[in-house]
């Protein structure tokens, strides 16, 4: 079921969303070689209960962590653990804060130090095509819009896998809510979107193949082929013309630019869309 939200409803979902930015702001200060992933998830945690939330991802389902943490060629679910994060490595990091009763869900691709410029390439494009999603997150558009024009951008222009196990989401009083966003379709295919249903618009995008496996563990989603995979997400707002992005990648990208062991020369303003 779809569900249209009240403006009032909106606006908690945008502090939920906004703290979720803001964890991954703690996150962007806190990230340098040789921490543990487990130390990162323990941060954010903390910080996210000190601020009166719950992290939505804690027991989802039976997932063990506050944070999903996932390091170069995992794509997405990754465990947190004894994993040192080390000079090259780029790390995604996806977090939900529950307040009020509505949750808020965003992710970011960090690179610690001398990533290769072919990956550094792959997190711009990657963060540029949620910004071409939220842009069709428009009333009267379907979700197939939202899905080409990640599509068309990541793969028919620049040649990366698009991930498509794994799908954006309705998001507000449940994690992961109707309908679900794929990240490929056609224009004009798909449910119809209304203003004022709030949807988690998240590229996986794979530097090689699209092809993705599951490990052991029930959880952690690798790429078939073993190159790096990056995946950006904002809470996005339908909106009458464009969509909005309830979360924010502003306070990311300056703590980011601030951290000298962060490579944050795939910058791109929001503005940029
Ligand atoms: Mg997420
Ligand atoms: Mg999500």
């Not at 790390?91 to 949750?103: E, L």
Request: aromatic fraction near 8%.
């Amino acid at each position: 079921m779809v569900h249209i939200r009240t403006k009032q409803e909106i606006e908690i979902i945008r502090s939920s969303a906004l703290m979720v930015s803001a964890t991954l702001t703690e996150v962007a200060k806190f990230l340098k070689p040789g921490i543990k992933t487990i130390s990162i998830d323990k941060m954010a945690e903390q910080f996210i209960r000190d601020n009166g939330g719950i992290p939505s991802f804690k027991n989802y389902h039976g997932f063990p962590y506050s944070l999903c943490i996932s390091v170069n060629e995992v794509v997405v679910h990754g465990f947190p653990g004894e994993y040192e994060l080390k000079d090259g490595d780029i790390i995604s990091v996806d977090c939900g804060f529950y307040k009020n009763g509505y949750h808020g869900d965003s992710a970011y691709t960090f690179a610690i130090g001398d990533v290769k410029p072919e990956v550094l390439k792959l997190l711009r494009v990657t963060k540029q095509s949620v910004y071409l999603g939220v842009e069709q997150a428009r009333d009267h558009n379907r979700i197939g819009d939202i899905s080409y024009a990640v599509e068309n951008y990541t793969n028919r222009i620049h040649g990366y896998g698009v991930v498509r196990e794994l799908v954006g989401h309705g998001v507000g009083k449940e994690l992961h809510e109707d309908p679900q966003v794929p990240n490929n379709g056609r224009r004009g295919d798909g449910k119809k979107i209304k203003e004022g249903q709030v949807l988690a618009i998240e590229p996986m995008i794979n530097l090689g193949t699209r092809d993705v496996k599951t490990l052991t563990d029930g959880w952690t989603v690798v790429t078939a082929d073993g190159k790096p995979s990056a995946h950006f997400e904002h809470t996005t707002a339908v909106r009458k013309n464009k969509g909005e992005p309830l979360s924010s990648f502003a306070p990311i990208e300056a703590a980011e630019q601030a951290n000298p062991e962060l490579n944050s020369s795939h910058y791109y303003a929001e503005a940029a869309v």
